[in-house]
């Protein structure tokens, strides 16, 4: 089993709409959790961190599920400019062994 | 802007010949990274510097070496490329060896015949 496993999508959405992707990872012992957003041919750039209690910025909202072992990001009111590949990255304790999963692909369409 | 800057952009190069990948930091971060991105694989370690002095092995570290100059540079060598080693590669700074936040450069694309 995958470390950090995303549905690679595409996720193809109207404008305005509302998405979700989940992560999984495997180790329980992972302590801190993000979301990055890569846009095609760039490098990955954080767009939030993942908090216990879940976490809202924006349109953007950040859930954890320590028990069932997944992150979630719901991104409300879809704008064009959100087209990207959304990184779930998983922190077991030290930065040397962030674990990268290999994205989730979203495409706003009008 | 202050920020991860890594040099050259694009290379190609033939099996066998050599380069190194330059990268600077100008965030006055302890630690530094080296990831490779391949098609359909997450970013995989390469090598890391918690500190300046100070250079370990990530998860993907044969076919480089690294050298960590000062607190801002930390670059990255193929000694003898191989066709494997073609993918885009990142560096990345930290601000401490348990840093979670990178901060990435713009990424090296190499290709080798």
């Known amino acids: 089993r995958k470390e950090v496993e995303q549905d690679p999508g595409p996720f193809n959405v109207p404008e305005g709409a509302t998405v979700a992707f989940n992560c999984t990872y495997s180790?329980?012992?992972?302590?801190?959790f993000f979301w990055y957003r890569q846009d095609c041919r760039k490098e990955p750039k954080l767009l939030m961190s993942?908090?216990?209690s879940g976490n809202e910025d924006g349109r953007f909202t950040a859930q954890l599920n320590r028990a069932s072992q997944y992150i979630s990001l719901l991104i409300r009111d879809s704008k064009l400019s959100d087209s990207a590949t959304y990184l779930c990255?998983?922190?077991?304790?030290?930065?040397?062994?962030?674990?990268f999963g290999t994205g989730t692909r979203l495409q706003v369409t009008l | 802007n202050a920020g991860v800057t890594q040099t050259p952009k694009f290379q190609v190069l033939k099996t066998g010949q050599s380069m190194t990948l330059q990268c600077a930091q100008d965030?006055?971060?302890?630690?530094m990274y080296w990831y490779r991105q391949d098609p359909g694989m997450g970013l995989r370690l390469i090598y890391y510097?918690?500190?300046?002095?100070?250079?370990d092995k990530g998860e993907v570290p044969n076919g480089y070496n690294v050298s960590r100059l000062n607190k801002r540079e930390f670059s990255l060598r193929l000694e003898s490329a191989a066709p494997s080693q073609t993918s885009v590669y990142f560096c990345?700074?930290?601000?401490?060896?348990?840093?979670?936040?990178?901060?990435f450069g713009a990424g090296s694309r190499l290709t080798v015949l």
């Open positions: 965030m006055n971060h302890n630690s």
């Open positions: 180790n329980s012992a992972s302590q801190s």
């Open positions: 510097s918690a500190s300046e002095g100070t250079t």
């Open positions: 993942v908090y216990s």
């Open positions: 990255v998983v922190n077991p304790g030290t930065a040397s062994k962030l674990t």
């Open positions: 990345a700074s930290g601000t401490g060896a348990g840093a979670n936040v990178l901060t």
